[in-house]
């Protein structure tokens, strides 16, 4: 009985004792994502690692999304229906509000900063006080744009005017005045970010911390390195001090790695990060280790071995993105580890598992039809943005997307990859969902910059489908830069998975 209103009480969402809730909300440079689809990273899915247990982060940010749109898409309703007392937020936006050039955009994304932009961060701050929790505002992370002189641009630290000093459209300058006159912490990590690039310089920051295709997003190393700048900015303002624990020598994400179910004789892989923050010895060489019927690789297509050797200096190393592959040989329940060693140090990454029997399995491919589409246009050059004009975006906007569904399965299917041909210059990101609102979502591939050309693309799945199921596929476009004449095709979609009895 006393295990059972345990369980009752936490699917009311009773906060457990001793424990402190962080919600995080934003945009894509704070959010989450999937390990082995891109080399983004955002800092928000780095904090965890910062704060001890006592501390539980629960990020909400999505790609493409300002403080606007947040709102308007029932993003916020999600978070203040979890929102306790004693509970904080942190709220970053900045990037996707900028969009229209500081006027307000159709989309909700564009905001006016004085006006629209102003008027959510005080959204936020009120309704976040009304369920008895702290707002904290933390500006948004610098783009990675670099002057002659080294310094990074005003329109890298998200202000749009073009007189000095002019506070027109500077969103910086609005959250710190919205903080004043609602008396919120804040914590400038627009500046914190930008002296650390300017520190790095800007051949390191375009190779270690920001995605080298983009001058927005980072990578694993530099969402770390951002994340441990948050939490000192926190620490400053004396915001859940004694929880920060902001020298950990290295930083795995995700700290612990569950293959889930999985078929026997079935192949399987799981993406993780690894980063050296500060390891001792300084000098010298980390080893990573398999467990036992495992391999690990750092390269998606290199061979799997059972364990990879790394020299490092100064205390680092720098975005290593390792590869466990498993094939297990028979049912049953899988507890082991991935063993890191340095020095004389041991860290051990959990590794779960469970595996189940196949009698039967059989190799189809699937093919996908009728699409639908919103937010584009078809015209005779292929699919273009609805208005014809497409203006330069980082992200991707959540009303505009093609889709393909596939109808629910009579048997147990394991869908293994996604492939289709592209044609046009996109940037994009694919992404799939067992309901019709999307959410959530699995993302399986992105491109950040688009190519020229047609490309035969495919993306490795590791979706199960139980029989009634039935599966949502997005395919999201965004040019980076303005154009009236950017169309694009897209064209035979199709699954290849394992039907299994």
């Known amino acids: 009985m006393v295990a059972l209103l345990a369980v009752c009480l936490l699917w009311k969402g009773e906060k457990s004792e001793g424990v402190v809730n962080v919600h995080i909300i934003g945009d894509s440079t704070m959010a989450d994502y999937v390990e082995n689809t891109t080399r983004t990273r955002g800092w928000g899915e780095m904090l965890q690692s910062f704060f001890s247990p006592e501390v539980k982060v629960m990020n909400y940010a999505r790609g493409g999304r300002s403080s606007h749109s947040f709102y308007k898409e029932g993003r916020w309703q999600k978070v203040t229906e979890q929102l306790q007392e004693g509970d904080y937020v942190f709220i970053q936006f900045a990037h996707n509000d900028e969009k229209e050039g500081g006027k307000d955009g159709a989309d909700f994304r564009g905001t006016a900063p004085w006006t629209t932009y102003k008027h959510y961060l005080e959204t936020y701050v009120d309704e976040s006080r009304a369920h008895g929790a702290t707002p904290v ?46 008396q919120v912490q804040l914590v400038d990590m627009t500046a914190l970010t930008k002296n650390y690039a300017e520190t790095l310089g800007k051949d390191s920051t375009t190779k270690c911390i920001y995605v080298p295709t983009d001058g927005t997003h980072t990578q694993a190393t530099g969402a770390a390195e951002y994340a441990r700048l948050a939490v000192q900015g926190l620490k400053a303002q004396g915001i859940l001090s004694e929880y920060i624990r902001e020298d950990i020598p290295l930083l795995v994400n995700p700290s612990s790695l569950s293959f889930h179910t999985i078929f026997e004789a079935e192949h399987a892989m799981l993406c993780f990060d690894l980063v050296g923050l500060n390891l001792q010895p300084q000098e010298g060489c980390l080893t990573i280790k398999a467990p036992k019927g495992m391999l690990i690789a750092d390269d998606p297509h290199a061979a799997p071995q059972a364990s990879l050797s790394y020299d490092y200096r100064d205390g680092r190393l720098w975005n290593k993105c390792f ?72 992200d991707e906007a959540q009303k505009r997307y093609y889709e393909l569904i596939l109808k629910p399965v009579e048997e147990n299917l394991l869908l293994r990859q996604l492939s289709f041909t592209l044609e046009g210059e996109v940037s994009y990101r694919v992404a799939c969902a067992y309901g019709k609102d999307f959410y959530p979502r699995t993302d399986l591939g992105e491109a950040q910059q688009g190519q020229p050309g047609v490309q035969q693309l495919s993306f490795p799945m590791n979706v199960s489908l139980q029989p009634g199921q039935q599966l949502y596929i997005r395919f999201f476009p965004w040019s980076t830069q303005d154009s009236d004449h950017l169309s694009f095709r897209l064209s035979d979609w199709h699954l290849d998975a394992v039907s299994i009895k």
Request: aromatic fraction near 8%; include cysteine.
């Open 137 to 182: 505002f933390i500006t948004p992370i610098i783009r990675r744009y670099f002057t002659k002189d080294g310094s990074i641009s005003p329109k890298g630290c998200h202000d749009l005017s073009v007189a000095p000093d002019d506070s027109t459209l500077n969103y910086v300058r609005v959250m710190k005045h919205v903080a004043r006159h609602k």
């Open 323 to 394: 590869y466990l592959h498993y094939q297990p040989a028979k049912a049953g329940q899988v507890k082991t580890h991935v063993r890191i060693e340095y020095g004389n140090q041991v860290y051990r990454v959990p590794v779960t598992a469970r595996v189940q029997e196949v009698q039967q399995r059989t190799d189809v491919q699937i093919a996908l039809s009728n699409p639908s589409w919103r937010g584009l246009t078809e015209t005779p050059e292929g699919l273009t943005i609805e208005g014809g004009h497409w203006t330069a975006e980082i």
